[in-house]
């Protein structure tokens, strides 16, 4: 008998209610919450957006009517090869008008002489450089201190925008004044690079383009994406701006929502932003990003769980609790799940590994063809290529990112690493660890 046929006679021999006892897992957790959950919530969003089309319409003519100025922030470090195509995307926007501000941080490429070039022939406004790095939030609240907007659009410098990427991200503003933040759709630009970016193409397709139009839909959005973002400038003043941290993105989402104001997701809004080439860099990257949900959600915006609380909001509390269950706690279940299988199922282990890649290879395929559904005109041909990559999700978000969360929250938890990351200037992060940033 083969691996095959040995596979669906274990599975038959289960039953209906112990396939799902042994599998519960998937269904509870993967099927129930990104999978159904997602599906329904993007049909409501759909319709609702359809519903709505002429108030988007009269918000839209009254963007254009009043014309505010939008003040584009690029705080950078080493970005010079990347600025000119950012600033010719910027050149191509349908809304015009806006300046553009670039913070270089402490650079040591030519940077400074591109930006001075640029600065110039007036294809950006304004340019700053920190001779001594102060972080990428020192460099964006420099940029802020000079920013003369109704609203900030905050962009890394490595992005490139969509033609009617500036006006999309707008007019949210205009259809709800309680709109203090709008996230715009972060998709990767160098995605033909190799197998790295390919996987990451089809992770952002996930969890950006459709899992923040959910949270959105159900008003519990937590991070608009540092690498594209627009907010009003009065709330961003009030808030002084950016804390130092890798996450600082997260965190100024929180802060937004805990001062009142809504935060959404504009998935027509498109910024292509280039992703690490590979599985080293990438760890890296994600090690910093993770340690944020330790540091800003559990540590930080800890009063967000609590009452009494100033800051206490049912959908904050919701928008914090999701994030920890899932990304935390469910984090961990998983590896407990995991070890209990590997020891009271090891004569069959063998099978129920199959049986949970085929599972959760079928719930990527389904996420990524309504992924590309969603994505409609902005779909890219090579973006389709993405399909050939399906069955090697499991392995990448399954095993690789997931060890590399766990890793990173343990490491928060004992040794609050994050201060010790030289993402930040080590002075930046002792005086934020100083004052609990």
């Known amino acids: 008998m083969s691996i095959l046929e ?15 006892l042994l599998f519960w897992y998937f269904f509870v957790f993967g099927l129930t919450r990104y999978i159904l959950l997602d599906f329904f919530i993007l049909g409501v969003y759909l319709r609702r957006r359809k519903k709505n089309r002429s108030c988007h319409d009269q918000a839209r003519a009254h963007l254009f009517g009043e014309k505010p100025l939008v003040s584009v922030l690029v705080p950078g470090k080493n970005e010079g090869r990347h600025i000119p195509g950012l600033a010719t995307s910027l050149q191509r926007q349908s809304y015009r008008n806006f300046e553009i501000i670039i913070v270089d941080d402490g650079s040591s490429d030519n940077t400074p002489e591109i930006c001075r070039a640029l600065l110039r022939n007036g294809t950006i406004q304004r340019f700053f450089r920190n001779t001594r790095r102060g972080g990428k939030a ?18 890394d410098a490595d992005s490139a925008l969509r033609e009617d990427a500036i006006e999309r991200i707008l007019i949210p503003f205009y259809l709800d004044p309680q709109v203090g933040g709008v996230g715009g759709d972060v998709r990767v630009n160098n995605l033909d690079w190799n197998l790295v970016t390919r996987l990451q193409g089809i992770e952002y397709m996930k969890s950006i383009s459709v899992g923040r139009t959910v949270t959105s839909t159900l008003g519990i959005m937590r991070v608009i994406s540092g690498a594209y973002g627009a907010f009003r400038a009065d709330i961003l003043r009030r808030l002084r701006g950016w804390d130092p941290g890798p996450g600082l993105d997260g965190d100024i989402t929180l802060k937004i929502r805990k001062l009142g104001f809504k935060v959404v997701h504009e998935p027509l809004s498109v910024c292509y932003t280039n992703v690490p080439l590979d599985f080293g860099k990438l760890a890296k990257q994600r090690y910093r990003w993770d340690r944020s949900l330790v540091r800003f959600r559990l540590r930080k915006h800890r009063d967000l769980f609590s009452l009494p609380s100033r800051n206490f909001r049912f959908l904050n509390f919701l928008t914090a609790a999701e994030n920890v269950l899932y990304n935390f706690v469910f984090n961990l279940k998983w590896w407990f799940y995991t070890l209990q299988i590997a020891f009271v199922y090891t004569q069959d282990l063998q099978y129920i590994l199959i049986i949970n890649l085929c599972l959760y290879i079928s719930a990527n395929f389904a996420q ?14 090579s973006e389709l290529g993405g399909i050939l990559y399906v069955p090697l ?3 990448y978000s399954g095993v690789f990112l997931r060890v590399v969360r766990t890793y990173a929250h343990l490491m928060e938890l004992l040794h609050k690493t994050s201060y010790e990351d030289p993402w930040n200037p080590w002075k930046v992060s002792r005086l934020a660890k100083r004052e609990g940033l």
């Open 6 to 20: 040995s596979t669906f006679s274990f599975a038959a021999s289960k039953g209906w209610w112990g396939f799902f």
């Open 138 to 155: 020192s460099a964006a609240n420099l940029a802020l201190r000079y920013a003369r907007g109704e609203f900030i659009l905050h962009v």
């Open 368 to 381: 990524f063809f309504v992924g590309t559904l969603f994505y409609g005109r902005t779909l890219r041909r």
């Open 393 to 395: 999700l499991p392995l």
